[in-house]
Structure formats: structure tokens, C-alpha cells
């Protein structure tokens, strides 16, 4: 009988906290849908109201919405249906910086404004099959005309590459707990598309992500997150497709899970770094396809003093891709050191154009400024500072041969000569022109290549494996299983 009734109490409870949760429609609240009248305040005071009643949605209904920044509350989604789409505003004066951020340990952070902006709240989410568009392009040039004009200067504005750098993001989560996002068409940030730090318990799928608006417009990037699944996802994107990041020396990515995605990138398809300062823990990337992308299906960049452990990459399909695997520990931040350690990655397969693989890009990464032939994949840590315990498994690379020591020519005499750069920004062309075809492997200690089949379309003068300062190698299974140099 007391069972019953404390099952009939918890019942009751569910109930009243069900009829409580507040759902307003755009239509109900007249919001202007005409693409052209700015209704940023009539729809923060919808959010702020739902959020003041215990929770509930926003609905926009089909129209086109022109909005600034949009603070997010806590109990609050923003719900769009199909045919709705909500439009950035493209004077960035309509932008806020967000309240209660702190100051990262990275110095090179460069903006937090967004579309839509959650500062410290919790149980939040954006869902629907309608659309958000930053209006990037227009956003980003705006900007640039009124630093010259002396209207609206940007402070760090990019002299060298004549660019502003303070663009507003489509998102940016800091310190929420609960977050999801599901199903929406996202599209032309002015700066990175969905930017998530510090959160918690963080929920990504079913989305579909165009970012190719201006540069830098990075896919997703998560920053020093906990309890993450980025699932189902596609990502075209004029920067890195899916980024983890570190900017906090106290903090890491931790407990992640990248699945199912499909990623154009005319830089790298997944990174973690460049920003690394505390690091990457348990993270898992698996079934992920790659096509188009100019730089690396899977970079892996420990340089700022983080360290990157536990981590695991599989069944990856990277075609028309400019680099398989780059593996990367440096010290770019005077006596901090980082580690990368403990890194299996099975069951890749991956095809090296001759070419460039995002030559349909109106928005192409940079080209690097010296002659070379095409560049291996490359496992390099720094002097005293070894990589350790990596395993390459059931992999396949295709490369496109075509070297030439008229282009560019290392011999193996000179190995030597292959700069540590040490303190450089990582990049799997950083080293310049490499001895190998297929695999340069510098400074690890703890190895292991098994079922690994590396195939040339040309003629190559270089052998497929180069080993630097390896210590505890060990090859099963590796076709060419003559062609390396260990030194």
C-alpha cells in the first residue's frame, strides 16, 4: 500500500512538473518572420520568460528571423521547425560578449561573441529541422570595413592576412551542464560554427553543418569538455571539421566520443589541438568518413603542455585526402612539456591525390611556400621528449608517388638535417621535404605497425618507412616490408 501511494506521488510530481514546462510559438508572440525586421528583444524576452517558469521551448514557426546575440537560459530550447530559420544579424554591434567567462591560460583565444550565446546555465538545447545562418560572409565584412573606417576597431585584427579576428561564432556554450543539440541545418558563422568550453555532459547529433562563409570557420570545436557524444553528424568546413581544444592548463577533454560523422575540411577532418594546454583523456573516433579535405583525416597535436592519453581511432574512410595520420607532441610554450602517449589507431584506410584535395573550395587553406614532393604521414615527437605507445593497425594507404629529386631531395645521408621545430605550429608539411613516402617516425618510444599496406600510384626514389630515434619497433604484417630505414 505505501508502495502504491509514493508510485502514485512520484506519478503526480512528473505530472505537475510536465504542465509546468512553457512552450511559446513565435506566431503566438507576432515575432516579425520577414528576414529584415531585427526581433532580437522579443525573443530574448521569450527566453527569459520561459526560463523564469521552470523551463520550456521556444517554437519558431516557419518564417525567416533576423536576430543579434541570443543569450540562452537555463530550462530553455529553442526549437525550429521545418521552413524556420533564424538569421545572425550582420552589424556586429548587435553582438554582446557574454557575462562571467574567465581568462583562458591560452593567449592566442580570440573571441567569444555568438548568435547564440549560454553562459553557466543548465538543461539547455537547440533542436528542430529548421536552420540557423549567421550570414557569415556579410558578418565578416562589415566587420573588416568598419576597423578601416575607424568605426569599430578590432583589436587583434590580422595584419598580415588583412582579416578581422573578433567574429562571432553561430554558438558558444561556456560552463553549461546538460546541453543538446539535435538535428538542425547550421550554416555561415562569420567566425567558428559551434564553439562548446568547459561544459558538461554535452549531446551532438543528426546535424548538418556548412561553415565555409570566411576563414577560420572551423566545423565544431569543443574545449576542454567532459562527457561528450558528437554523433550522426555531417560537417563541411572551411577550417578543421571537428576540433578538440585545451585552453585551460588545469582542465582537459575528457570522456569524448566522435561517431558517424561525415567531414569535408580544407584543413584537417579531426584534430585535437592546435590550443593544448591541458589536454585529451579517453577520447574514441570511430566510423568516420573523410572525403576532400587538404590537410590530415586524424591529427593528433599535443604542443602547448597538455597531455593526450587513452586515446582511440577506428574504422576511418579518408578519400581525396591530403594526409592520413599526423601525430605531433612539440613545445611551443617555453619549459611547459607536454606528453602523448597511448594511442591506437585501426582500421583506416585512406587515398593521397597527387594534387590538392580542396581545389573546389572557394576558401582554401594555405598552401605551404617551398617546393616538396608528396608528404608521408609523420609520428614525431621532440629530443627527450618521445612519443610513447602507438599502435597503427589494419591500414591501408594509397599514396600518389610521382617524387622527383629534381623537386626536392632529403637523402637518407642527410637525415640529420630534418628541423626538430620544435616550437613551431604543428602541421604534417612542417618539417618541410621528408626521406619517406608513407610513414616518417621520429622520436617514439613504443611502436607497433601490424596489417599495414602502403601502395604507390607512381614511382617513388623513397622508401616507405623512416625510423629516427625509434625505440622498441615492432612490424607485423607490413607491406613493403623491405622498404624502410632505420637510423
Known sequence: MRLSRFLLFLLMVC??????ALDLTTAELKVPADGRTLCTPELQQAIDRISAQGGGRLIFTP??????????????????????????????????????VSVPDNPDKVTTYALI??????????????????????LALTIDSLH???????????????RPNTRPSLFFFYQCHDVRVDSLHLRSSAGWGLSFECCEHLTLTNLDVVNRAYWNNDGIDVTDCR?????????????????????????????VEIARCAIRSSASAVKFGTASWGGFRKIHVHDIKVSDTFRSAIAIESVDGGVIDSVLVERIDAQNTGNAIFLRLGQRKGDRKGVLRNVTIRNLTCQVPFGRPDEAYDLRGPEVDFFHNPFPSS?????????????????????????????????LWRLNDVPERIEKYPEFSMFGELPSWGFYVRHVEGITFRNVHLSLCDSDFRPAFVFDDVQQLTMEQVIPADDLFIQ
Open 15 to 20: 505530472l505537475t512538473t510536465m504542465a509546468e
Open 63 to 100: 518564417g525567416r528571423y533576423l536576430s543579434g546575440g541570443l543569450i540562452l537560459r537555463s530550462g530553455v530550447e529553442l526549437y525550429l521547425e521545418e521552413g524556420a530559420t533564424l538569421l545572425g544579424s550582420t552589424d556586429p554591434r548587435h553582438y554582446p560578449l557574454p557575462d562571467g
Open 117 to 138: 550565446v549560454a553562459s553557466q546555465v543548465n538543461h539547455v538545447g537547440l533542436g528542430g529541422k529548421g536552420t540557423i545562418d549567421g550570414q557569415g560572409l556579410q
Open 148 to 162: 578601416h573606417t575607424g568605426e569599430l576597431i578590432d583589436p587583434i585584427y590580422n595584419v598580415r592576412r588583412q
Open 227 to 255: 562527457h561528450v557524444r558528437i554523433t550522426d553528424c555531417t560537417v563541411n568546413a572551411a577550417d578543421d571539421g571537428i576540433c578538440l581544444k585545451s585552453d585551460y592548463a588545469d582542465l582537459c577533454n575528457y570522456d
Open 379 to 411: 609520428i614525431c615527437g621532440i629530443p627527450e621528449n618521445p612519443i610513447e605507445n602507438v599502435v597503427i593497425e589494419n591500414v591501408a594507404i594509397s599514396y600518389p608517388g610521382r617524387a622527383t629529386k629534381g623537386m626536392a631531395y632529403m637523402p
